[in-house]
């Protein structure tokens, strides 16, 4: 009985120290939004580039310049809504939305993501856009596995899911724009749904 107990406590010390230094409060919802914001937007850019004079996308264009804003959009929507929904999370968990676990994720996250958006925006003043789509997709995928080391594992899968398609999409570059709705669109929505039911069902019930 004793050893029972003894365990039982290891157990619960081990879930302690893993909670206190793991951020676990991200949404599955705001996963969910992130996905649909990025489906609207590429829904529109595709209705704006397919219905212009040229029927495709060049640098110096004003039809890439509407693009890149709506892509912006897209990336500012999502991250208000991520922190709208993950702080309210928070608060039902009793968990600080800063704390030292939030900052080492926040970090780990956007040391590749920074990184790979300088690096895009160097060869798109270069005039070689081609594998845009795949760089964005493989940085992304890398800024999740290493952000996951702080949060929910679960996020890893999305990361490796996000860089096998870049690595598809290097292959096929005139299929950019359906890998990249397939990777921040339909994968979001994926994730995001299995998250929610695995992790935001359950802290509701128990609530």
Same mark, same amino acid.
């Given at each position: /009985?004793?050893?029972?107990?003894?365990?039982?406590?290891?157990?619960?010390?081990?879930? $302690? /120290?893993? &909670?206190?230094?793991?951020?676990?409060?991200?949404?599955?919802?705001?996963? #969910? $939004?992130?996905?649909?914001?990025?489906?609207?937007?590429?829904?529109?850019?595709?209705?704006?580039?397919?219905?212009?004079?040229?029927?495709?996308?060049?640098?110096?264009? !004003?039809?890439?310049?509407?693009?890149?804003?709506? $892509?912006? /959009?897209?990336?500012?929507?999502?991250?208000?809504?991520?922190?709208i929904l993950t702080?309210?999370?928070? &608060?039902?968990?009793?968990? &600080?939305? %800063?704390?030292?676990s939030s900052k080492?994720?926040?970090?780990?996250?956007?040391?590749?993501? #920074?990184?790979?958006?300088?690096?895009?925006?160097?060869? $798109?003043? !270069?005039?070689?856009?081609?594998?845009?789509?795949?760089? /964005?997709?493989?940085?992304?995928?890398? +800024?999740?596995?290493? +952000?996951?080391?702080?949060?929910?594992?679960? #996020? &890893?899968?999305?990361?490796?899911?996000?860089?096998?398609?870049?690595?598809?999409? +290097?292959?096929?570059?005139?299929?950019?724009? %359906?890998? %990249?709705?397939?990777?921040?669109?339909?994968?979001?929505?994926?994730?995001g749904s299995w998250?929610?039911?695995?992790?935001?069902?359950?802290?509701?019930?128990?609530?």
């Amino acid at each position: /009985m004793e050893s029972k107990d003894y365990l039982k406590d290891i157990s619960e010390i081990k879930d $302690l /120290m893993n &909670k206190s230094s793991r951020f676990i409060s991200l949404s599955g919802l705001s996963g #969910i $939004l992130a996905g649909v914001y990025a489906l609207i937007g590429a829904s529109i850019a595709y209705y704006i580039v397919t219905n212009s004079v040229r029927g495709y996308l060049i640098l110096d264009g !004003q039809i890439f310049a509407i693009c890149m804003f709506i $892509l912006a /959009m897209v990336a500012l929507f999502s991250v208000v809504t991520a922190i709208i929904l993950t702080t309210k999370k928070a &608060k039902k968990n009793g968990e &600080k939305i %800063w704390d030292s676990s939030s900052k080492r994720l926040l970090v780990n996250f956007l040391i590749p993501l #920074i990184t790979g958006g300088i690096y895009i925006l160097i060869i $798109l003043n !270069q005039g070689r856009y081609g594998h845009t789509a795949a760089l /964005m997709l493989i940085f992304y995928g890398l +800024a999740l596995i290493n +952000a996951s080391k702080y949060s929910l594992g679960d #996020i &890893k899968y999305l990361g490796l899911t996000e860089i096998a398609l870049g690595l598809i999409c +290097a292959f096929l570059p005139s299929y950019g724009f %359906w890998f %990249w709705v397939a990777g921040f669109g339909i994968m979001h929505i994926v994730y995001g749904s299995w998250m929610h039911f695995k992790y935001d069902r359950n802290v509701i019930k128990t609530l």
